[in-house]
């Protein structure tokens, strides 16, 4: 059954915070690199690296009608979403998103944080979607890890959903344009 985001469809999931507590928890290792301006190796980059230069640009690809991330994604990325089976492969989770975020007017990302080591990297953030209908918003969490590719490409190898319900003044707030 496919879950797709709509304002009746207003859930949280404990399963996917787990998941993301548990990861970040790992990330507290004392050997692993934290800060968010490394590329693979430890070289220095530009403020928020390479890894932040995909989340922003996956970001603008959400806004895009036809929605078109497949490329964002490994050839066997699985996407963790609330209340449905794992999707596996960028194909298939291009496709899963296209119809979930089929009724939203804008998608908005703030990462939080993010870190490198080796040719691995995990990001987490806030997003806040929105509707034609403003009380209809939702927001939640996205925790993600990466993998650099042949190519020395980021790509998202795993990517956990989870959704919160906005109350009236808090949380995130859908951008105005």
Wanted: charged share 25%.
């Amino acid at each position: 059954m496919l879950l797709k985001l709509n304002k009746r469809n207003r859930f949280g999931s404990t399963a996917v915070l787990v998941l993301a507590v548990a990861l970040l928890a790992c990330g507290q290792d004392s050997s692993m690199r934290k800060s968010a301006d490394l590329h693979p190796g430890g070289a220095t980059a530009e403020p928020g690296g390479p890894v932040l230069d995909l989340v922003k640009a996956w970001t603008t690809a959400l806004n895009r009608r036809p929605l078109s991330v497949e490329a964002f994604y490994h050839a066997d990325a699985v996407l963790l979403w609330p209340g449905r089976e794992v999707s596996p492969g960028s194909r298939e989770i291009e496709r899963y998103l296209q119809d979930a975020l089929a009724d939203v007017t804008s998608f908005s990302y703030q990462s939080q944080s993010r870190g490198v080591e080796e040719h691995f990297a995990w990001e987490n953030g806030r997003f806040v979607v929105a509707f034609a209908d403003p009380s209809a918003a939702q927001a939640g969490s996205i925790l993600r890890v990466l993998q650099l590719d042949a190519d020395g490409n980021w790509r998202i190898v795993r990517e956990a959903w989870n959704f919160l319900t906005l109350e009236e003044g808090e949380g995130l707030r859908p951008q105005r344009r």
